[in-house]
């Protein structure tokens, strides 16, 4: 009987509740706590923040929440783009449903692996066909095209990595001349510069290096590898037998490979990876326009960026609930001199239209959709996906 209970388990749907564990809620009420904690030390009404919200610009909301869907648009054209490469060509609809619905279960559960990847390998798997060859898309070409959309995501962030650069320098001068400190110096803003695009230039051309001679950059990296290993606090720790690049190389260079197979259709996918950041700050831009934040692009892309750090702390809350409406009401008040009430009242309002109702709807477009994902599939695909 115990064992039929668990193989029934086994095969429920992925739901809501599923994705609710203990740990979640755990973290989601730490989340909650935080978020209460500091209107009690700020001194904020939550009646000035309610009202603030509820003033909002309905035009400008309309339209800031409309980019917000347009940028998923744009990543589900990258995409698409890129399925095309092994002759899959599933209508724009149904991959922007499974790019969204996978996209909202990535938000929804950050602590349970690659979520993002996997549930748009499955249904991609589900769904996918070939046309002209007349046969189902298999995982491996699933899975090539959802490794390659990340790595033209990371290589359109090159060009925009620029402009973040020097709006950042800017951005954080201001807020350190606002909590008391001196400006960033004039010499340092050219070296931040210098030291970002010597970066990008390096991993531009590692990639180079990767896509034509990959046994070239697993010699180097082993060599560097072995060196490390041989550190007298990382040997005593770690086996240098387990350090090796090999599968990582390989890896990289299947990718580039795949991209590799038709410059036109990786140079759309790059182009539409770049307008879908472009359009994510436009949302950003206008839903703080909504209520009177009076913010520039480049302040966005700053305010984006020194928010988006908060994302890598590893505790594992869906969206750092709490803590991200926190850092980026910092990072507004600071940096355009308003109230902290008007600045978090724009960071809860971004939140709300970029996290929790961009949720809901992904949720909703899975239920849905004719494609389920049961928790035997996702328990499967996760040993199976770096």
């Not at 009420?29 to 509820?54: H, K, M, N, P, R």
Request: charged share 15%; net charge neutral.
């Amino acid at each position: 009987m115990e064992n039929q209970s668990e193989m029934n388990l086994s095969k429920k749907n992925i739901s809501l509740k599923e994705a609710f564990d203990k740990k979640t809620i755990f973290l989601l009420g730490f989340a909650a706590f935080v978020l209460i904690l500091y209107f009690i030390l700020e001194g904020i009404s939550i009646g000035s923040i309610f009202d603030t919200i509820l003033g909002a610009n309905i035009g400008i909301l309309i339209i800031g929440a409309l980019f917000t869907f347009i940028a998923v648009l744009f990543d589900t054209l990258s995409w698409k783009f890129l399925l095309g490469i092994s002759n899959i060509n599933p209508s724009i609809p149904t991959t922007y449903r499974i790019q969204l619905s996978s996209f909202s279960y990535g938000l929804l559960i950050p602590s349970a692996g690659a979520v993002e990847a996997i549930m748009k390998v499955m249904m991609g798997t589900q769904e996918f066909y070939s046309k002209t060859e007349k046969r189902s898309a298999t995982s491996g070409e699933v899975l090539s095209s959802v490794v390659a959309h990340k790595l033209c995501g990371l290589l359109a962030f090159i060009p925009i990595s620029a402009f973040i650069t020097v709006s950042m320098f800017e951005y954080l001068s201001t807020i350190l001349v606002k909590i008391g400190y001196s400006p960033l110096p004039e010499g340092f803003n050219l070296f931040f510069v210098s030291l970002i695009s010597f970066i990008t230039i390096l991993l531009t051309c590692l990639f180079v290096l990767i896509a034509l001679k990959p046994n070239t950059v697993k010699s180097i990296f082993n060599a560097f590898l072995s060196g490390f290993g041989a550190l007298p606090l990382i040997k005593t720790r770690i086996d240098p037998r387990s350090l090796s690049s090999d599968k990582i190389i390989d890896d990289f260079s299947i990718q580039f490979s795949y991209l590799a197979k038709s410059k036109l259709v990786s140079f759309l996918a790059l182009l539409f990876a770049f307008f879908a950041q472009l359009a994510h700050w436009i949302s950003i831009l206008l839903l703080l326009h909504s209520v009177d934040i009076l913010i520039s692009l480049d302040q966005v892309a700053a305010v984006n960026f020194l928010g988006g750090t908060v994302d890598l702390i590893p505790v594992g809350i869906p969206g750092m609930a709490g803590l991200k409406e926190i850092s980026l009401s910092v990072f507004i008040e600071y940096g355009l001199s308003i109230r902290t009430d008007k600045a978090l009242s724009g960071a809860i309002l971004v939140q709300l239209m970029k996290f929790y109702f961009l949720i809901i709807v992904g949720l909703t477009v899975y239920i849905l959709g004719k494609t389920r994902v049961t928790s035997q599939d996702f328990e499967n695909s996760r040993s199976s996906i770096p």
